[in-house]
């Protein structure tokens, strides 16, 4: 151990020497370069770990230059100035990011049904999401006579600001969380929570019968999948012991043989977790196959049915976001925040696999869009009570065996067999009475 | 605590109050509350309580706000008529601000002289664990009854 640590030590003062010739300040996390070990053997390549270090923390430097230009303003200054760049820089890429999934969602869509999607404006159409915007920025803004005005002008802002109030606490590299609190989880479903109000302010401001409809469905199905959301990330929270993101990522750090990382989707508890999340996420966003509140075909377009122009933008801005901040936080619990997948891949930057992870969930958020049919409104409550909240309790039960069992083989398979045989008995139990005799028809054939 | 960050916040709360007890209409009334709990949040973080404030926003925000809207959506029918003023309802604020008031002013608050630690969610945690759990039980045990009583009520209302 005392080898080991001075080890480190000695790698920690050559990156310091390193970084003094790129005239780097690596900021807290310097021990950060003994994990490039492995990948770099060679006494020369201190370069190279300096350069990837500082690849990793170049947002994080950035902002620290950015800062440095604030240095002789008082206090209050530099702590307005260092939000207000944290926020930008979010909002920028996460606008970016807006853009881009809206396109590729399309091109996606448009494989999946065998044709081809927006493709006449820009290189294979990606300049599309600007020809949107534009066209959404100078349509008129209709807002109907009889609506509540005042309602019906701030539902899309009270939509819009709490999921981006939530991605600020998503730890998104090594030192990368914009927002720090004691309580990160409890601020992302406290801020979430207030959406299910905006919605309503949507549908009653609009005054009209498709918008009221859409949001009764819209808050009913929400309120129904916070609960097993809630139920699926206490595992995790109980596991880790603590509320903070970052914890919660460190706690997933480390590889068995240098392969297997030590997330906790790779738990049986986990897995079972992580899907009952996702889909409670993929209810929380109104996506198919659960976008019974906005069900085209039904009401029109649900508590959106009276907005147009940049409001409706906004509120398709608000489902965007929504999905981020979702895949974001499943991410972070799940699938390791920003560590790598193998161990010898540590070197790229953090900020990369964060995203990597995060466009995949989104990816299958499309994905699913495109192959399964919207679910009745009773289907999805049943889903809710009967399936998912038992389930999600199971899985509750089922870390703390893993906990309690030392966290080793044994816990693994016991976890494993408690979720398996809840599943089996669950499915038994609510499969009664559903008999399914070969199909009638009385008028055809 | 900065001052200036309390008067915004007060007068803010205080408004919502005002707003949801004037109003005409009980949707803007419920409204209205929300911008109130809201600020009494944002009074919690100010004095350091981050966990409190969570809570706050979480259970009065997220759930009774709700609550009241559904209470208001499913049990008005008609276009209601703008309601005089309550003087009941004024005598009954008045009580309860009155009673509060009693409680807080005869409670023997700890001294901030050599200021207040910072209170982490791990250390709530602790105490709910370990002091105060078996009147966390119980809160939980009544909680179940009524999502039980709750269940009852529905099944009933099918058959």
């Avoid at chain 1, 294979?124 to 019906?152: C, M, N, S, T, W």
């Avoid at chain 1, 958020?365 to 009745?376: A, E, K």
């Amino acid at each position: 151990m005392s080898a080991r640590r001075s080890k480190t030590k000695h790698k920690v003062s050559s990156g310091a020497q390193a970084s003094r010739l790129l005239s780097f300040d690596p900021p807290a996390e310097t021990a950060v370069l003994h994990r490039f070990r492995p990948c770099f053997k060679k006494p020369g390549s201190l370069f190279f770990i300096a350069v990837l270090v500082a690849l990793d923390q170049i947002f994080v430097s950035a902002k620290q230059w950015l800062l440095t230009l604030f240095s002789g303003a008082p206090d209050w200054i530099t702590q307005i100035a260092s939000g207000l760049i944290s926020i930008s820089g979010m909002l920028g890429v996460f606008l970016g990011l807006f853009a881009l999934m809206s396109v590729m969602e399309r091109k996606i869509l448009a494989r999946i049904q065998n044709r081809y999607g927006p493709n006449r404006v820009g290189p294979f159409g990606l300049l599309q999401p600007v020809a949107d915007g534009i066209k959404l920025l100078i349509k008129e803004d209709i807002v109907p006579l009889r609506a509540d005005k005042v309602v019906h002008f701030l539902a899309p802002i009270m939509v819009a600001a709490p999921t981006i109030l939530a991605l600020a606490v998503i730890p998104y590299g090594r030192n990368m969380t914009l927002f720090t609190i004691d309580g990160g989880i409890l601020f992302f479903f406290a801020v979430g929570s207030a959406t299910e109000l905006a919605v309503f302010m949507a549908g009653w401001g609009s005054n009209n019968k498709f918008s009221m409809l859409g949001a009764m469905r819209a808050i009913a199905q929400m309120v129904s999948y916070e609960l097993p959301l809630l139920v699926t990330v206490l595992p995790v929270v109980m596991v880790v012991g603590s509320l903070t993101p970052d914890a919660i990522v460190a706690a997933q750090s480390g590889y068995l043989l240098g392969l297997v990382p030590h997330w906790f989707a790779f738990t049986p508890w986990g897995a079972a977790a992580f899907l009952l999340f996702f889909v409670s996420g993929l209810v929380e966003s109104n996506r198919t196959p659960f976008d019974v509140p906005e069900g085209e075909s039904e009401i029109v377009a649900g508590h959106m049915t009276e907005y147009s122009g940049f409001k409706y933008a906004t509120f398709f801005l608000a489902e965007y976001f929504g999905m981020f901040a979702v895949s974001g936080l499943a991410v972070t619990l799940f699938l390791g925040g920003w560590h790598a997948p193998i161990a010898a891949l540590q070197f790229v930057p953090s900020y990369a696999w964060f995203f990597g992870k995060l466009c995949l969930l989104l990816f299958v958020f499309v994905w699913l869009r495109g192959t399964l049919p919207r679910m009745r409104v009773d289907h999805v409550m049943n889903f809710a009570w009967k399936f998912m909240l038992p389930m999600s309790f199971v899985c509750l039960f089922a870390a703390a065996i893993w906990h309690y069992q030392a966290r080793g083989l044994a816990a693994w398979l016991w976890s494993l067999g408690i979720v398996v045989a809840a599943y089996l008995g669950l499915s038994q139990v609510l499969q009664t009475g559903k008999r399914f005799a070969p199909r009638t028809y009385r008028f055809a054939e | 605590m900065s001052p200036a960050a309390f008067l915004i916040i007060a007068i803010i709360t205080l408004a919502g109050a005002l707003a949801a007890a004037t109003l005409p209409k009980l949707i803007h009334a419920a409204l209205c509350l929300v911008v109130a709990f809201l600020g009494i949040a944002a009074i919690y973080f100010l004095l350091g309580a981050e966990f409190v404030g969570l809570v706050q926003v979480f259970v009065y925000v997220g759930a009774v706000a709700v609550l009241i809207v559904f209470t208001i959506l499913l049990t008005r029918r008609e276009e209601e008529e703008a309601v005089g003023f309550s003087w009941g309802g004024v005598g009954i604020s008045f009580a309860v601000f009155a009673g509060l008031m009693w409680a807080i002013v005869r409670t023997a608050l700890p001294s901030t002289e050599g200021g207040v630690e910072v209170l982490t969610v791990k250390r709530i945690g602790e105490v709910l664990m370990a002091d105060y759990v078996w009147p966390l039980q119980c809160v939980g045990l009544l909680l179940t009854a009524a999502l039980i009583g709750a269940l009852v009520l529905v099944m009933e209302e099918k058959r």
